[in-house]
């Protein structure tokens, strides 16, 4: 069998039927690791592979290339007893990362996000449960009052639809590569996640709600599209970052998964 040369490769969003110089990177993992062309090696954890899926299918084509550095890493981690350590990092990042970058679009958010990023490591899913729920209290409150604030005209779209423009948007995040990896705890942790997936759904559509839109240039989808790139931006290669993170088993220093410490952030950024 020829050997993988990763130099050569260029990684596509979707499984291919033949091994060649595109694939997938659960298939370059495969071919790393001198098994049968497959996007299912058996040398990976089920959990990194379920995260990997998401991340080669999601990822600007440009970003996805950067996954080919985690290769020959992921050879040899199916089995090695580490895939909850795994979960457990990824609902942290979840919790401290993911939900208050989508509530910091909303500046009367700026506290309830600084109150999840600036918490000391989430160890277990009743945490999780505990500490999202003020924020979700602060997320529903600014969605009430987003209703009387609408600063677009009338469009004939209803709310509803702007909605589904919004959970459609999310449903294409990069990010959801940590969904992914909570396999382990999945069974506990899915009703808290589904509460984060609320709180960020409402915090985007109270953002999308007060930014002027011009509907006659610019379609619904365009306009969600363009308020969340900056985010989704940011989130891109925060999620890479833990995708290594998951591999390695390595959790965040004490700062944070932040480069900075997320108190220092919010007191530049005028929200303390």
Sequence with gaps: MEACDLGTITLTRKATPNRSTSMSLPEAVAWFAGEGHSDRPRCVSSMLLASATVLSDRLPDRKRQRLKRFVPALVGTAGDGRDRERSLLAMDWLVRVHTPAWLRLVPSLGLAAASLAEHEPVLGVSDAAELIEAPLVAVRR???????????????????????????????????????????????????????????????????????????????????????????EQLDDAVIDLFARLVDVTPPSDHGWLSTHPAESARRDGLV
């Excluded at 677009?152 to 779209?157: D, K, L, N, R």
């Excluded at 589904?164 to 705890?185: E, G, K, M, P, Y």
């Excluded at 984060?196 to 709600?209: F, K, P, T």
């Design 142 to 232: 600014a969605a009430l009052a987003a209703r009387t604030r609408v600063s677009w005209p009338e469009t004939g779209i209803s709310s509803a639809d702007v909605s589904v423009a919004v959970s459609r948007a999310l449903s294409a995040q990069a990010a959801d590569a940590a969904v992914a990896a909570t396999l382990d705890i999945s069974e506990s942790f899915l009703a808290v996640c589904g509460r984060m997936r609320l709180a960020i759904e409402q915090a985007v559509l109270v953002a999308v709600c007060a930014r002027p839109w011009n509907s006659r240039s610019v379609s619904l989808d365009e306009h969600v599209s363009t308020l969340m790139a900056p985010t989704t």
